[in-house]
């Protein structure tokens, strides 16, 4: 494993590191030694978490007794410490390491695997993710929690009652990167609730995975009791919605409804502790029938208060600097000296509602108790010590109308008012970090860029920076100003133009002209989900000359998928789109989607899948919006109050143009994911002209922009690109990196154009040479590898182990060869099989022929006991390529469906259904596709079929060549 000396910090990383690689490490370091903070963009595909990980674990190893650092970090040999190393070891600083989902966080926990490093480490997740009590886990949210806490309370959770002996006898857990699965997996095996066993871990480790709510949130944050803050490191990871989230965190909104729910709720606990009373004579005071009137009446004239409030206009609200809120509900006796007495008499209502609920003859509770979200807004209100952070806050009153169909009413007779208090600081929240004296705050993300208004508006100094460039090269990006379309006329998506017709013809032909340039996978982003659905409906009607449509045009080329507005649609719509990716019989899908929606935040279109985004136009946020007008007024006099000639401000402007910015680079974000992709960016808008709008591009996009002034030139120079560009290879596993030195020796799923067709000896001379040099790659792979063969394991044959080396290494060459000599000869001489059948048999060097019998697959061959080496080693380096592929539990998920099936408990067809669903990314459709070679002959017929009504039957030809591989012919 290679090492690097950076900032005199021995860093270990799993490959050869890039230049910028080596960039991002030493910032790291370097803020880390501070104690600084650190503002860090790192374009998708540079391997910023895997740096991001290497650099900090080098840098806290680093801080241990050298004759210990090793040891202190891998957590694995923890048990043979000292008690002085132990000690040590406490002394080191905790990382918490911070992403917006917990999908993301598994990612990093796996790429963690990857490295040497073994910190003692817990992810910690929410009780939706972890909980596996029967009743427990159905509820979500609040009522969730709250049916947690009772049981286990009242000690009827089972799994809660085993997490502290299972530690006991498990002190090792942890010391190898687990993640929210594997936590689940152990409570489902040996019995302890994995939410607590996090909980219980998680004051004990070097390393905490925790989404930002953990931290931003601070009443959950008060749940992270083991953390020692002063000697911490956090790093928000994915950060580039951070002050998004910050300010949100600090905010609320109170719907009348959600009131009038809360004085219900309010008199459920007059009768509950009426009855309760009455029957045991109980004089404990929290449960008095008298507090809880009180708080209805309370309640009951708060919402009157806000339905009395007159507005400056419809349309404006009512609006109030932040500090009005105190006097508002001073006059209603909330001051900050009852305010604890209110908040306590709603923990007191809100525990006697789940007593109720949990009761035997009551119901469980499947929502939320209402009076939990007005004692968070209290608590948010009179935080602190004093009312100073109100001067970041504004008060809002708007009219909200529910839907008239629901009474057949009218709009204006059914109407409800939402009092909101809303903060315009995100700063606020990582203030809370300083003041616990955090020693380092490093935010990284692919998309950061405009830096400077991160560091303006987080209210933190950011003194390391760094703005990272790509590892592609030149050669591999497109990136194009288109400003007019196919007629001449300006594309310009801005207010006044959006709505024309000859604005959306125009932009449906440019789509329709670059849908058919661009090859595989295009994404297309709005700047609103009101101009995305207003111009398909545009497109879909007919033309009155000819009664032809453009979406008809559009479909020609790339099937249509539109992103839906609504979240529990949105991953059917995803795997429509990759579906039609992969669709044989068609020329690639388009997925026409929103800026800011989810097909712009974090997914990842890598290779054909995404081989081109187009951004129609700049996505600014709609200034009417009361927040957004709000946000800019704040920011436009905070600027005035606190300008001076050496701090910078941040304007209104400003601010409002960045977000649009910041938008655009996340969606051109979804395109060249790794260093041997490639893809075009096409900026679809004559504003993307404009110098000050390309400045705030990310850093690495700039140098590649160029601009069109007319449609025909970006038209051909984007038909050129991609003409010129070749299939490029997969990213590698480990084991295809060792073996990156023999000559193109193509993946299964690589499809090569007919470029020409050589002679025969041309083919022989490569298949010749694949073979000399895969021998001796092939030993050394073959003696490093010690672990039993899973597919042995599942079908008990024996292992290759056993088998004389001779023998292996003769079948391995043999495996190689075919691998390598499949797509050339297929690509030399296309549709003559008998050509590349007589290639192939000038190579063979065993004398074996296709009139020899053999058993047909590997599995089959386990099953009639005749283990034929060559089948057996050909699963076995299947099997290590699956791995390699897949996560953990993927892979877990593809033993257990063999298992099943060997053992006669699973259908052949379940088994495809299965398979396919774990092989469903385009980058691991060839695992699919090699899958059928292992099944014993009587079900490759079903394979087939199953294969062609789902997915297309596979462009490639499979003939005569030994190892279970069987012939496929071109449909």
């Known amino acids: 494993m290679p090492s690097y000396k950076l900032k005199g910090v021995d860093v270990r990383f799993p490959y050869d590191a890039y230049d910028c690689q080596l960039v991002y490490m030493e910032s790291v370091i370097a803020a880390l030694q501070k104690g600084q903070n650190a503002l860090l963009e790192s374009p998708t595909g540079t391997g910023k978490t895997l740096c991001l990980l290497c650099a900090t674990l080098a840098w806290r190893e680093s801080l241990a007794p050298p004759d210990r650092g090793r040891r202190m970090s891998a957590s694995s040999q923890s048990s043979d410490l000292d008690p ?40 910690l997740g929410s009780r939706e993710q972890l909980c596996i009590e029967k009743d427990v886990q159905k509820l979500r949210g609040r009522a969730q929690n709250n049916a947690c806490r009772t049981s286990c309370k009242a000690r009827k959770c089972y799994h809660h009652t085993r997490v502290n002996e299972y530690l006991k006898k498990n002190p090792e857990l942890g010391n190898e990167p687990i993640d929210i699965e594997d936590l689940v997996r152990i409570g489902r095996t040996h019995g302890p609730c994995p939410y607590f066993l996090s909980r ?10 925790v989404p930002y709510n953990y931290l931003i949130d601070k009443e959950n944050r008060k749940s992270l009791t083991g953390i020692r803050w002063e000697n911490s ?22 719907p009348t409804t959600t009131l009038s729910a809360c004085i219900s709720e309010a008199g459920q606990c007059v009768e509950l502790a009426t009855l309760q009373r009455s029957i045991s004579n109980n004089a404990d005071k929290s449960g008095d029938p008298e507090n809880f009137a009180l708080l209805k009446a309370l309640l009951l004239e708060l919402s009157k208060k806000i339905d009395d409030i007159s ?17 508002f509900l001073s006059e209603l006796k909330i001051t900050w000296e009852t305010s604890t007495m209110l908040t306590d008499t709603i923990d007191s209502a809100i525990s006697l509602l789940q007593e109720d609920s949990s009761a035997p003859s009551g119901k469980p509770k499947t929502s939320t108790c209402k009076l939990e979200l007005l004692r968070d807004a209290f608590r948010t209100i009179f935080r602190g010590k004093d009312s100073s952070h109100a001067t970041c806050y504004r008060v809002h009153v708007q009219n909200s109308y529910r839907r008239a169909e629901d009474k057949g009413l009218s709009k204006g007779d059914k109407k409800s008012r939402t009092f909101s208090w809303w903060c315009f600081n995100p700063g606020i929240a990582m203030e809370e970090f300083s003041k616990l004296g955090v020693r380092t705050i490093v935010l990284t993300s692919g998309t950061l860029s405009p830096l400077e208004s991160f560091a303006i508006e987080l209210k933190l100094p950011f003194d390391v920076r760094l703005e990272n460039p790509h590892v592609i090269g030149a050669n591999q990006i497109w990136v194009g100003v288109v400003s007019s379309g196919p007629s001449g006329r300006a594309l310009n998506s801005s207010y006044r133009t959006r709505d024309s017709p000859e604005y959306k013809n125009d932009l449906g032909n440019t789509i329709v002209n670059f849908a058919r340039i661009v090859p595989d996978g295009l994404l297309v982003f709005f700047p609103s989900y009101y101009l995305l659905n207003s111009c398909v409906d545009s497109w879909q009607t007919p033309n009155q000359v000819n009664g032809h449509t453009l979406w008809e045009r559009i479909c020609k080329h790339k099937q249509p998928v539109v992103e839906p507005k609504e979240s529990a649609l949105f991953n059917q719509a995803h795997e429509d789109f990759l579906a039609k990716v992969k669709d044989s019989t068609a020329t690639g899908a388009v997925f026409f989607a929103v800026c800011r929606g989810k097909v712009s935040e974090g997914l990842d279109f890598a290779d054909e899948t995404g081989r081109a985004v187009i951004v129609t136009g700049m996505p600014f946020a709609m200034k009417t919006d009361p927040k957004v007008r709000l946000k800019r007024q704040y920011l436009d006099e905070e600027g005035r109050r606190t300008k001076t000639s050496t701090r910078k401000v941040l304007t209104g402007e400003d601010w409002y143009v960045q977000q649009a910015s910041r938008a655009v680079n996340q969606a051109v974000g979804r395109v060249i994911r790794h260093k041997n992709d490639y893809g075009a960016i096409i900026l679809c808008d004559e504003r993307f002209a404009q110098a000050g709008a390309q400045s705030q591009l990310s850093l690495w996009l700039r140098p590649h922009v160029k601009l069109y002034s007319k449609f025909g030139d970006a038209a051909f120079t984007l038909t050129r690109f991609f003409k010129d560009k070749k299939p490029q290879p ?22 090569h154009p007919l470029q020409s067709e050589p002679r025969q000896s041309a083919v022989t001379a490569f298949i010749a040479s694949a073979v000399s040099t895969v021998s001796a790659v092939h030993e050394n792979v073959f003696l490093e590898r010690k672990t039993i063969d899973p597919l042995s394991k ?23 060869l075919c691998s390598a000599a499949i797509k050339p000869a297929n690509r030399a001489f296309g549709s003559r099989p008998e050509l590349v059948k007589n290639a192939i048999s000038v190579s063979k060097q065993r004398g074996s022929d296709e009139g020899t019998d053999r058993v047909s697959s590997p599995i089959e061959a386990c099953e009639a006991g005749t283990v034929g080496t060559s ?45 396919s669903g774990i092989f469903a990314a385009p980058e691991r459709r060839y695992l699919l596709e090699r899958f059928g070679c292992f099944l014993p002959s009587r079900y490759q017929k079903n394979f087939d079929e199953y294969m062609s009504a789902n997915s297309g039957d ?15 012919q071109k449909p």
Not at 90 to 115: C, D, F, G, M, W
């Open 84 to 123: 002085t190393s132990s000690q040590e070891a406490n002394k080191l600083p905790t990382v918490i390491y911070a992403s917006r989902t917990h999908s993301q966080l598994q990612q990093v926990i796996h790429e963690l695997k990857a490295t040497s490093y073994r910190p003692k480490m817990v992810a």
């Open 200 to 209: 219980e871990l998680h004051g004990s480790v070097d390393m905490i995975f």
């Open 233 to 254: 490191v956090i790093i928000f990871d994915e950060a580039h919605n951070l002050e998004g989230v910050c300010a949100d965190a600090a905010s609320f909104d109170l």
């Open 311 to 327: 507005f400056d206009s419809e349309e404006l609200g009512f609006t109030r600097p932040g500090s009005y809120i105190y006097d």
């Open 730 to 751: 997969r990213t590698m596993s480990k084991v295809q990196q060792n073996t990156s030195s023999l000559p193109d020796l193509p993946c299964l799923n690589k499809v």
């Open 794 to 816: 599942i079908f008990g044959a024996s292992t290759n182990e056993q088998q004389p080396l001779s023998v292996v290494l003769a079948a391995k060459r043999n495996q190689q």
């Open 871 to 915: 089948a057996f080693k050909t699963a076995g380096n299947y099997i290590q390529e699956v791995k390699a592929r897949l996560t953990s539990p993927e892979y877990e998920r593809f033993l257990a469906c063999m298992k099943s099936f060997k053992d006669g408990t699973t259908k052949v067809e379940d088994v495809f259904t299965t398979m």
């Open 954 to 968: 596979c462009k490639e030809c499979y003939s005569g060549f030994p190892l279970g591989s069987r012939k496929r």
